[in-house]
Every structure is written in C-alpha cells, then in structure tokens.
C-alpha cells in the first residue's frame, strides 16, 4: 500500500515522501523532497526578502541569533533562547499571525504569567520576553523563541501583523 507521508513547515502544507508499507513487512519510504531542498528554499525566501524594501526577521538556531531586516539592511540583531532538545524550535517560513502585550503560557510543564511581548506565528508558537531567565545563547525554551525583555519590546513595536519570519539552521 502506498501513502503520502506529509509533514507541516511553518503555516504550509508539504507533502515529504511517499511510504510503501507491507514490503517484507517492513515499510519503505521514498523522500520526495530532501532536507538540502528544504534550506534551499528557505534561502531562496531570505533572498526575497532581501531584494524588496519589506521589513523581516530572521531567527539562526545555529547561532541562537534573532536579526531584524529592512530588505537587505540588518536593523536590530540579539542573542535569543529557542527550543530545548524535547522541545524544540520548528525550521520554516512564518508571519506574525498575532500579538499581544502580555499573555498567561500554559503547557503540561509550565505556566507563566505576564509574559510580555508575545508575537505568535505557529499555532502557541511565539516569539516572546522571557523574564525568568538569563540563559540567552542557549536553547533552554518550550519551542518559543525568548528574548530579553527590553529586546522584545523593541521587536514587538517594530513589527507588524504578517511580518515575515524566517526560522533556519
């Protein structure tokens, strides 16, 4: 039996591979899309960005690094604490879908209050102040990417609803 394997990157749909079950008993899957397409794409994007005049942010999971761009003109960039190793970050093409000032964080783990600056772009996924913490360069959040509260209130009144997001290793 053949089935779609699919995947869900930032606010897209992408079909990753097609899964052949049943052979031998043991399943076999055929990538269709391989993980060097992906950073292709998510380069090509950055590329697009950086050619228009539209303001853009950047997060490297590598380098723990949030940049704010105007076009092609770096305006603000900060060290940044995303996704632990149980938690991570998700890679991918985002926009802030929604902000708030201050915002209640639930999870089976944790729950905080008065989280500040809060800028959604993934379902409870979100860029935000972290006050708790001063662990910034590490990846020590729930899968939010964290920021240093002055930093995120700069970042929070820079951006805009359906700013793009690029998130990338």
């Known amino acids: 039996m ?15 591979g097609i899964c052949l079950t049943q052979l031998i008993g043991v399943d076999l899957f055929i990538p269709m899309v391989s993980a060097q397409t992906y950073q292709d794409t998510l380069n090509q994007k950055m590329a697009i960005l950086k050619k228009s005049e539209e303001r853009w942010i950047e997060v490297n999971l590598s ?4 940049i704010a761009w105007e076009g092609n003109k770096p305006v603000y960039a900060i060290i ?9 970050t998700i890679p991918g093409i985002f926009t802030i879908q929604s902000k708030r000032s201050i915002d209640r964080m639930r999870g089976a783990d944790y729950d905080i209050d008065d989280v500040p600056y809060a800028q959604y772009y993934s379902g409870g996924y979100a860029i935000h102040g972290a006050y708790w913490h001063n662990k910034f360069g590490t990846p020590v959040s729930h899968g939010c990417i964290n920021l240093a509260v002055d930093h995120a209130k700069w970042l929070f009144n820079w951006s805009e609803i359906s700013t793009p997001l690029v998130i990338h290793y």
């Open 2 to 16: 053949l089935w779609p394997l699919v995947r869900y990157w930032g606010s897209g749909l992408m079909i990753a």
């Open 63 to 66: 380098t723990q690094r949030l």
């Open 80 to 88: 940044i604490s995303t996704g632990k190793k149980g938690t991570p």
